[in-house]
C-alpha cells in the first residue's frame, strides 16, 4: 500500500491504481475471514452515513446497510422520490446537507447521461466521501467483487486468466451498461485476457474499449472485441453472459421508470445470445459463471447453466457485502 484512502470518493476504480485495488481485494479477504469467525470488526463505529437510491436494489442497498452496521457504523436509505430531490432540489445542496449530517454518501443514479454528472457534482460539494452505487457508466463495486470472487476460484491467480464478457438477450428491464464497463477497464489492469462480446448495435463506448485496450497494453492483459458468440465461449476460464441495453440507438435519458420500452424488433433479432449448457461446454472444463444478478432466468441464461456446477453467482453476490465493507473501511478509516 502506498497512498492516502482516507476521505477520497468512490466512483471509478480508474481513480485507483491496480497496487490500491489490490488492497482493497486484501482487506476484503481479511474482513470475510473475520466475518466467517464471528470477529467484531467496529472500525467505523458511530459513524453514520447515507444511501440514497434513484432505482432499485437488493444486493447493492444490503450490502451496504447490512455491512456498514458490521462496522459499527448505522447507514440511513433514502428513496430519491421521497427526498426534495423530486422538487427539484439540487445536487450540490443535497450534498452539502448531507456532508454536514454524516460521515460518508453513497448514490446509485443509473439513468443515461446523468447519473456520473450527478454522482460528480456531489462529490465537488461533498465534505465526506461519495460513493458509487451505480451510474449510468460505472459501477465500482459490482466489478470489485468480481475480482474478489475469480482470485478464490483461481487460488489468487489472475494473469492470463480468459474472460469473457458476453452480450445476453434480456426483456426484464433495460439494463446500464456500467456492469459490463467497469468489468472491461478492470479486468485487463490485472493481466486477464477479456473477450467482449456483443451483436452489432450493443457497442460499448469506443472510448471505453480504447481505455480497456491501453490498460490491457500496460499492465499485460488483452483486450478482443467480437460479435462472435460462440468464440467467445470457446476455452473461456470465466464468462459472464449478461444483458445491457442499447444505449447506442435509444439515448432515452431521464425517462420516468416504466416509459422506456424494453423489447423492440431489433433485440429480439438477437434471443438467441442466451447462455446455454451446449455453449458452456466449448468453454474450459473448469470455467465459472458469472453474473451480477438479477439475472432474466431463461432469456438471459438457461436455469440448468445459473443452477449448474459452474455457476457462482450466489458466492459472487456474498462478496458483494466483504468488498463493501473493505471500500467503507479504507474510505473512512483508513489512512
Ligand atoms: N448487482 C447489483 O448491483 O444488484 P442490485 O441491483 O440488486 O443492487
Same mark, same amino acid.
Not at 86 to 106: C, P, Q, W, Y
Not at 173 to 178: C, D, F, G, R, V
Not at 266 to 291: F, G, P, Q
Given at each position: 500500500?502506498?497512498?492516502?484512502?482516507?476521505?477520497?470518493?468512490?466512483?471509478?476504480?480508474?481513480?485507483?491504481?491496480?497496487?490500491?485495488?489490490?488492497?482493497?481485494?486484501?482487506?476484503?479477504?481479511?474482513?470475510?475471514?473475520?466475518?466467517?469467525?464471528?470477529?467484531?470488526?467496529?472500525?467505523?463505529?458511530?459513524?453514520?452515513?447515507?444511501?440514497?437510491?434513484?432505482?432499485?436494489?437488493?444486493?447493492?442497498?444490503?450490502?451496504?446497510?447490512?455491512?456498514?452496521?458490521?462496522?459499527?457504523?448505522?447507514?440511513?436509505?433514502?428513496?430519491?422520490?421521497?427526498?426534495?430531490?423530486?422538487?427539484?432540489?439540487?445536487?450540490?445542496?443535497?450534498?452539502?446537507?448531507?456532508?454536514?449530517?454524516?460521515?460518508?454518501?453513497?448514490?446509485?443514479?443509473?439513468?443515461?447521461?446523468?447519473?456520473?454528472?450527478?454522482?460528480?457534482?456531489?462529490?465537488?460539494?461533498?465534505?465526506?466521501?461519495?460513493?458509487?452505487?451505480?451510474?449510468?457508466?460505472?459501477?465500482?463495486?459490482?466489478?470489485?467483487?468480481?475480482?474478489?470472487?475469480?482470485?478464490?476460484?483461481?487460488?489468487?491467480?489472475?494473469?492470463?486468466?480468459?474472460?469473457?464478457?458476453?452480450?445476453?438477450?434480456?426483456?426484464?428491464?433495460?439494463?446500464?451498461?456500467?456492469?459490463?464497463?467497469?468489468?472491461?477497464?478492470?479486468?485487463?489492469?490485472?493481466?486477464?485476457?477479456?473477450?467482449?462480446?456483443?451483436?452489432?448495435?450493443?457497442?460499448?463506448?469506443?472510448?471505453?474499449?480504447?481505455?480497456?485496450?491501453?490498460?490491457?497494453?500496460?499492465?499485460?492483459?488483452?483486450?478482443?472485441?467480437?460479435?462472435?458468440?460462440?468464440?467467445?465461449?470457446?476455452?473461456?476460464?470465466?464468462?459472464? #453472459?449478461?444483458?445491457?441495453? *442499447?444505449? +447506442?440507438? @435509444?439515448?432515452?435519458?431521464?425517462? $420516468?421508470?416504466?416509459? =422506456?420500452?424494453?423489447?423492440?424488433?431489433?433485440?429480439?433479432?438477437?434471443?438467441?445470445?442466451?447462455?446455454?449448457?451446449?455453449?458452456?461446454?466449448?468453454?474450459?472444463?473448469?470455467?465459472?459463471?458469472?453474473?451480477?444478478? #438479477?439475472?432474466?432466468?431463461? *432469456?438471459? +441464461?438457461? @436455469?440448468?447453466?445459473?443452477?449448474? $456446477?459452474?455457476?457462482? =453467482?450466489?458466492?459472487?453476490?456474498?462478496?458483494?457485502?466483504?468488498?463493501?465493507?473493505?471500500?467503507?473501511?479504507?474510505?473512512?478509516?483508513?489512512?
Amino acid at each position: 500500500m502506498q497512498t492516502v484512502f482516507r476521505g477520497r470518493h468512490f466512483i471509478d476504480l480508474e481513480d485507483f491504481s491496480r497496487e490500491e485495488v489490490e488492497t482493497m481485494l486484501d482487506v476484503s479477504a481479511d474482513l470475510k475471514l473475520k466475518f466467517a469467525q464471528g470477529i467484531p470488526t467496529p472500525y467505523l463505529r458511530d459513524q453514520s452515513m447515507f444511501l440514497m437510491f434513484f432505482e432499485q436494489s437488493t444486493r447493492t442497498r444490503n450490502s451496504m446497510e447490512a455491512g456498514f452496521a458490521q462496522l459499527g457504523g448505522h447507514a440511513g436509505f433514502l428513496d430519491s422520490s421521497s427526498m426534495q430531490i423530486a422538487h427539484g432540489e439540487s445536487a450540490k445542496d443535497t450534498a452539502i446537507i448531507l456532508s454536514r449530517f454524516g460521515h460518508a454518501i453513497a448514490c446509485r443514479y443509473c439513468n443515461w447521461g446523468y447519473g456520473n454528472k450527478y454522482l460528480n457534482e456531489m462529490a465537488k460539494w461533498s465534505k465526506v466521501p461519495v460513493m458509487n452505487l451505480q451510474c449510468d457508466l460505472y459501477h465500482p463495486f459490482q466489478a470489485l467483487a468480481d475480482i474478489l470472487t475469480m482470485k478464490e476460484k483461481f487460488g489468487g491467480k489472475l494473469d492470463r486468466l480468459k474472460v469473457s464478457i458476453i452480450w445476453a438477450y434480456a426483456e426484464s428491464h433495460k439494463k446500464p451498461i456500467s456492469v459490463p464497463v467497469s468489468q472491461v477497464l478492470l479486468f485487463p489492469r490485472l493481466g486477464m485476457d477479456v473477450t467482449l462480446a456483443h451483436p452489432k448495435g450493443w457497442e460499448l463506448p469506443d472510448w471505453v474499449v480504447a481505455k480497456a485496450k491501453a490498460n490491457a497494453d500496460r499492465y499485460g492483459g488483452t483486450v478482443t472485441v467480437t460479435d462472435d458468440e460462440a468464440a467467445a465461449y470457446r476455452g473461456a476460464h470465466v464468462v459472464i #453472459p449478461k444483458n445491457w441495453g *442499447n444505449w +447506442v440507438n @435509444d439515448q432515452t435519458g431521464n425517462a $420516468p421508470a416504466g416509459a =422506456v420500452k424494453v423489447v423492440d424488433d431489433a433485440l429480439k433479432a438477437h434471443r438467441s445470445w442466451k447462455c446455454t449448457e451446449e455453449k458452456m461446454a466449448a468453454a474450459d472444463k473448469n470455467v465459472i459463471y458469472m453474473h451480477a444478478l #438479477p439475472a432474466d432466468r431463461n *432469456n438471459e +441464461v438457461e @436455469d440448468s447453466v445459473i443452477d449448474g $456446477p459452474h455457476s457462482v =453467482v450466489y458466492d459472487e453476490a456474498e462478496n458483494r457485502l466483504h468488498t463493501a465493507k473493505a471500500v467503507m473501511t479504507l474510505l473512512m478509516n483508513g489512512r
